[in-house]
């Protein structure tokens, strides 16, 4: 492996995983061609690639993963040898509102991807995927074998698209590599999620609402840190195996809210109890000895991450008020204006 690649098709690259890993891959593999081929949906934007746009090694294509014709062409036009699957509607709250396009997306767009993998003969495929397959675990810690049991539409996508890749690694011996990342944070997350969220809204000294009491726990992972384990594992991941990618950071949401509104130097009255999501996962936390094996550790601190995070949302509000004034205002206001009108303080 490693030798083989060249062109590389990142799809879903313009998202907030994905832009990173760019970012990551441009600055480390000097000789790579990558073609970032993305839907642009809401959360996948040309503004999270903006400051590496005009280098030569990064070609944009947009187009859905969902459409055969236009991923054979991107995939014949750019000689492309391997694919790195970022594309995904990866938002567990979207996926309740509208399950159909978490499904087109999750597994349809896997399956086509796989398809022309295999009808190209590539090099390899790595699906980029999340510890929420696993479901949720009161206590001890995911490991690689263990059972998927979605709760959430979203979850049930993304398990059905890695057994999509498991398949066609057993079947007509892809190569194929997975990795599941846990909750990744930092610059360029869109602000629905609950840390930029929390960010942006406390910046403006507007309410954050905390699902339920604030006990979930997550696993946090700072996505500087994510991008360099998909990194790895694409390199030197062994073929058809599965790597659980975690920071090792288990917060509770409260926590995480207060250490936000602590940086930024903001009260705790900003926080507002609102009901809780349907089927939401009480604590996820992942057994990472594998990667680690492979030679992979994080290197920045949670607090250290999450300082530098909502230090880039302070200083780059040019990237995040046009989209908290757009579509996401109606997705808010569905989402939490009656939660919000029934919230309790803290």
């Known amino acids: 492996m490693g030798n083989a690649m060249k062109n590389l098709l990142i799809t879903g690259g313009a998202g907030f995983i994905g832009s990173n890993f760019v970012r990551h891959m441009l600055a480390k593999y000097p000789d790579y061609r990558l073609i970032v081929f ?3 949906t809401y959360a996948g934007r040309l503004e999270n690639l903006q400051d590496v746009l005009k280098d030569p090694r990064l070609t944009f294509v947009r187009g859905d993963i969902a459409d055969r014709a236009a991923v054979e062409q991107a995939v014949r036009e750019h000689r492309i040898d391997t694919i790195v699957n970022f594309a995904a509607e990866t938002h567990v709250d979207r996926s309740i509102l509208d399950p159909d396009s978490a499904h087109r997306t999750n597994f349809t767009g896997v399956y086509v991807l796989l398809e022309v993998a295999r009808q190209f003969g590539l090099e390899r495929f790595h699906q980029v995927s999340t510890d929420e397959v696993y ?3 009161p206590v001890g810690y995911f490991k690689e074998g263990d059972p998927l049991q979605p709760n959430s539409p979203y979850s049930a996508s993304k398990a059905g698209g890695e057994l999509m890749v498991r398949a066609y690694h057993e079947t007509y011996g892809l190569n194929t590599v997975v990795t599941r990342g846990s909750n990744t944070f930092g610059p360029y997350h869109y602000p629905e999620k609950l840390m930029p969220l929390f960010i942006t809204n406390a910046i403006d000294n507007e309410p954050l609402p905390l699902y339920g009491d604030g006990m979930q ?14 990194d790895l594992v694409l390199h030197q991941g062994g073929s058809g195996e599965v790597y659980n990618l975690g920071g090792g950071n288990e917060r509770h949401n409260i926590d995480v809210t207060r250490l936000i509104l602590k940086l930024l130097g903001k009260p705790e009255s900003l926080i507002r109890r609102v009901t809780d999501r349907p089927g939401h996962d009480r604590r996820y936390a992942l057994d990472c000895a594998k990667i680690r094996a492979l030679g992979w550790a994080p290197t920045h601190t949670f607090e250290d991450a999450v300082a530098e995070t909502v230090d880039w949302f302070v200083k780059n509000e040019w990237w995040w008020r046009p989209i908290k004034s757009g579509e996401f205002k109606e997705y808010y206001r569905r989402q939490y204006a009656e939660r919000l009108a029934t919230a309790t303080a803290l």
Do not use: E, N, T
Request: hydrophobic share 45%; net charge neutral.
């Open 135 to 137: 479901g949720s675990i």
């Open 38 to 40: 993305d839907k642009l």
């Open 217 to 230: 726990v997550r696993d946090w992972l700072y996505v500087k840190d994510h991008a360099a384990g998909i």
